[in-house]
């Protein structure tokens, strides 16, 4: 995996988020230019740093490294509530998912 993954994969999770490189910065604590200089590719994050910028980011590090999931921060959101519904609700979305999937 190269360099660059991490800071385009910061960008887009940032801009779908809806917060400035700024605003992030100083969220999590650092100077106004902290996420810029990981974002341009100048520094990567520290792996304390790049779990707190998973949380903010509302990722787990495994869909921060996922290409395939299209849409990380509702994919965990989703999984989220999964992990507290009762079987007889389970089953109602998977019939959901499956009827949506053959519509695609």
């Not at 509530?81 to 499956?98: G, P, S, T, V």
Request: net charge neutral.
């Amino acid at each position: 995996m190269e360099k660059n993954f991490i800071a385009k994969r910061i960008t887009e999770l940032r801009i779908k988020k809806n917060v400035s490189e700024y605003k992030m910065s100083t969220d999590l604590g650092h100077s106004k230019g902290y996420i810029q200089s990981i974002a341009s590719g100048r520094t990567l994050p520290s792996m304390t740093e790049f779990l707190y910028i998973c949380d903010y980011l509302e990722v787990t590090p495994k869909l921060f490294f996922n290409e395939d999931v299209k849409e990380p921060i509702l994919y965990n959101e989703i999984s989220k509530n999964l992990l507290i519904m009762n079987e007889d609700d389970l089953k109602i979305i998977l019939d959901i998912c499956k009827r949506l999937n053959n519509n695609v």
